[in-house]
């Protein structure tokens, strides 16, 4: 997706919000699951969702305003989601769903921004925060271990969550982002929390957990 010439960014972020605002408005959410996240919070566990990272917008605009945590990576397009995520009340960390050598460890931003929302998970209160395992660059729809890293590090319930547009255009990008169309239905279901067990073997039962969650609530009906 080929971005804007730098000397129009300043008048991006206030045209563009104003434009998706009014765009949004317009979507008729269904929603399956919340039980889920009821049912998650009662036991007062941090949660971290997981969803692709081509169904952010539509998440976002039904999340709206709970002060969920979302991580958004450092490159130039991240910045324009991250000022709409600012605008929408989530509290944004900048950084990577990359691990890196470790959640805890000094390194890149992927890891800046990994250890930022464990901190925000520990912090206790039921936090909450959401994580794209496929982004920021790809490959699409393959789930990378840094977000279930976070939450084993953190102790944290893990809920996938999808979204689905009756009608939508797919932008050209390497997640073929979605963006509904006007009045469009939008679909989002959630999956039964799950926990990322201790160690090498937990972590990988939990990518396997939260692979196979994530199919489940963006495809399948």
Do not use: N
């Not at 009340?89 to 464990?118: I, T």
């Not at 990008?173 to 990322?196: H, L, T």
Request: aromatic fraction near 8%; charged fraction near 25%.
């Amino acid at each position: 997706m080929k971005l804007p010439p730098r000397w129009a960014e300043p008048w991006l972020p206030p045209v563009g919000v104003a434009l998706v605002r009014l765009l949004a408005a317009t979507w008729r959410y269904r929603v399956r699951g919340w039980e889920h996240v009821e049912a998650a919070r009662e036991r007062r566990r941090p949660i971290v969702y997981v969803l692709w990272h081509s169904r952010i917008l539509p998440l976002l605009y039904h999340r709206r305003g709970e002060g969920v945590a979302l991580l958004i990576s450092r490159h130039r397009d991240g910045g324009y989601l991250a000022e709409l995520s600012e605008r929408w009340g989530y509290r944004v960390v900048r950084g990577s769903s990359k691990r890196g050598r470790g959640v805890g460890g000094r390194g890149g931003g992927g890891e800046v921004g990994l250890l930022g929302l464990v901190r925000h998970l520990h912090a206790g209160g039921g936090a909450e925060v959401a994580l794209t395992p496929d982004g920021p660059l790809g490959p699409a729809e393959q789930v990378k271990p840094g977000a279930l890293a976070a939450a084993q590090h953190a102790g944290a319930l893990v809920i996938a969550v999808g979204a689905r547009a009756r009608r939508a255009w797919w932008v050209s990008s390497w997640d073929r982002f979605c963006i509904p169309k006007p009045f469009a239905r939008v679909e989002v279901a959630y999956s039964a929390p799950f926990e990322v067990g201790c160690g090498k073997d937990g972590l990988r039962r939990g990518l396997a957990d939260a692979d196979r969650a994530l199919r489940q609530v963006t495809h399948e009906a």
